[in-house]
């Protein structure tokens, strides 16, 4: 008895949208879990996490500082993943400047 493997052609619409939503909730899930096992209100923590920083305007002034430097980051690193130029990695180009 042998197992044959085919490649499918096209992923089927449940796939295409189950599978991100089902990581989204396994990852909250154990991230709960971790919480409840330090002793920490699973959802005051979650609230804390993905809530609160939203919910008033420096919350959303906080975010976009943050953040900058990534998005920073990601369009230096596109460019030279583009280019097929060697790099210094994410935190090196930062530090450059690149």
Do not use: C, H
């Amino acid at each position: 008895m042998s197992l044959r493997l085919e490649q499918r052609r096209e992923f089927s619409r449940v796939m295409i949208y189950g599978s991100p939503l089902i990581a989204v909730v396994l990852t909250l899930l154990s991230g709960m879990v971790m919480f409840s096992i330090l002793g920490v209100n699973a959802f005051d923590a979650i609230y804390t996490f993905f809530i609160s920083p939203i919910s008033d305007l420096s919350g959303w002034a906080e975010l976009f500082v943050k953040a900058t430097p990534l998005v920073l980051i990601a369009i230096g690193l596109s460019f030279g993943f583009r280019a097929n130029v060697w790099n210094i990695g994410a935190e090196g180009q930062l530090t450059i400047g690149a």
